[in-house]
């Protein structure tokens, strides 16, 4: 007996067929490849303006040229709770959550003007930072790829930085944020980064081999409008940048860490 040309012997490899077919994966695009994938490494790619391949100090010559917060703001009223209350703990000679005290990671912009050094390590597919302060890794990425999806991606305290040139200018977009212990200042102004913190870098190499870094910060749930600075890094030709250990017991002698001048 037959039906629709198939015989009876033959009918259970059609549905066989049929069902192999139907769960069969779908191609997908193209995986991004690895920044150290040879075959990403390996793809022509115009040259880099200039390389940042070494290791380099903030100049900390200026008053508070560490810090990211501007002389004027206007906070929102969940900042400006946390903002009052370090104003008062400074008032009272103790510090406020000091979270980097705590061995919690410094997270960008913060990471980038610690007293202590930065090796940058330039492809052209992504430059690697390493920070001499808890050996803090930061990564932006040369490549061409773009931000991950918002509902695939894991927040981090130094986000995610995507970076293209224009011109002689290495312009670095960072997004996704951690929302808890991090801060835009710590023992200063209380200021809290949120998951919405976005920062973007334009980074140029002066005639004098300076690096001069433009940040433009904006954070909707911790201020208002964009924060705009600019900072300078000096090459540090005798430095190498060593391994780092943040211990809080090592950190007991600090006021900002188990003592009664530290306040949650």
């Not at 049929?18 to 769960?23: C, D, E, Q, S, T």
């Not at 391949?53 to 508070?64: A, E, F, K, S, V």
């Not at 946390?82 to 009272?92: I, S, V």
């Not at 090459?235 to 780092?244: A, F, H, K, L, Y």
């Amino acid at each position: 007996m037959t039906r629709l040309g198939i015989t009876r012997a033959g009918l259970l490899p059609a549905v066989l067929a049929v069902a192999v077919f139907l769960i069969a994966p779908v191609p997908s695009a193209a995986q991004q490849l690895s920044a150290l994938a040879p075959e990403n490494l390996a793809r022509p790619r115009p040259p880099a303006p200039f390389d940042l391949t070494g290791t380099w100090q903030h100049d900390l010559r200026q008053p508070g040229s560490w810090q990211f917060v501007p002389e004027e703001f206007t906070l929102t009223p969940e900042a400006q709770v946390h903002y009052d209350a370090g104003e008062a703990a400074l008032a009272d000679g103790k510090v406020y959550r000091d979270d980097i005290g705590q061995c919690w990671p410094a997270g960008m912009p913060l990471i980038m003007t610690r007293v202590w050094p930065i090796a940058m390590i330039q492809l052209p597919t992504a430059v690697y930072m390493v920070s001499n302060f808890m050996n803090s890794l930061r990564v932006i990425y040369l490549d061409g790829r773009e931000h991950t999806d918002p509902d695939l991606v894991v927040p981090s305290f130094n986000g995610e930085s995507i970076g293209h040139w224009e011109g002689d200018t290495l312009v670095v977009d960072t997004r996704y944020f951690v929302g808890h212990h991090h801060w835009m200042d710590q023992g200063g102004a209380s200021i809290p980064a949120s998951e919405d913190l976005h920062i973007v870098e334009r980074i140029r190499l002066t005639e004098d081999d300076r690096l001069e870094i433009e940040y433009t910060m904006t954070d909707p749930n911790s201020w208002e409008g964009e924060w705009v600075m600019t900072k300078w890094f000096d090459r540090q030709n005798d430095v190498d940048i060593t391994e780092v250990e943040c211990w809080p017991d090592l950190n007991d002698y600090m006021r900002s860490t188990t003592s009664e001048a530290q306040v949650q």
